[in-house]
């Protein structure tokens, strides 16, 4: 076995490792949806979207660095690089996409930050400015 064999063996395990953690995670989702159902609980939908969304995201990352290892580190030519771009940007594409539906945000943009329990508190009465 020479070092070419062992690097695409390296990329298929970290491609079998993003497909384990994509079925996985659905199903794990998926579990936890029917229990939420049963209990009745609230949002049960958004939920299940949201933890099967990061699952896929995580798989689909992983499903890269398989890809990169086999392209660059095994006799990288003009077409699997190009075949490599290709797949890399598809891939970013789902990747912004989950993430604007899981977070309803693009990823570069700022997360609003929670109110503090001060900043909502109402001012003091015997104060004119609000100020203890």
Known sequence: MDFYDVIDKIGKAIDGAGVIV??????IAFAG???RLTRREADVYRRFRELLGRTILLGLELLVAGDIVRTVAAKPT???VAVLGG???IRTFLS???EVEI???WPWQK???AP??????APRADTADGAA
């Open 111 to 113: 997360r609003t930050a």
């Open 103 to 105: 977070t309803g945000r």
């Open 87 to 89: 797949i890399v940007l």
């Open 33 to 35: 949806a029917v229990i």
């Open 116 to 121: 503090t329990p001060e900043a909502t508190r």
């Open 22 to 27: 994509i079925v996985v995670g659905a199903v």
């Open 78 to 80: 003009l077409s699997s």
């Open 96 to 98: 912004f996409s989950l």
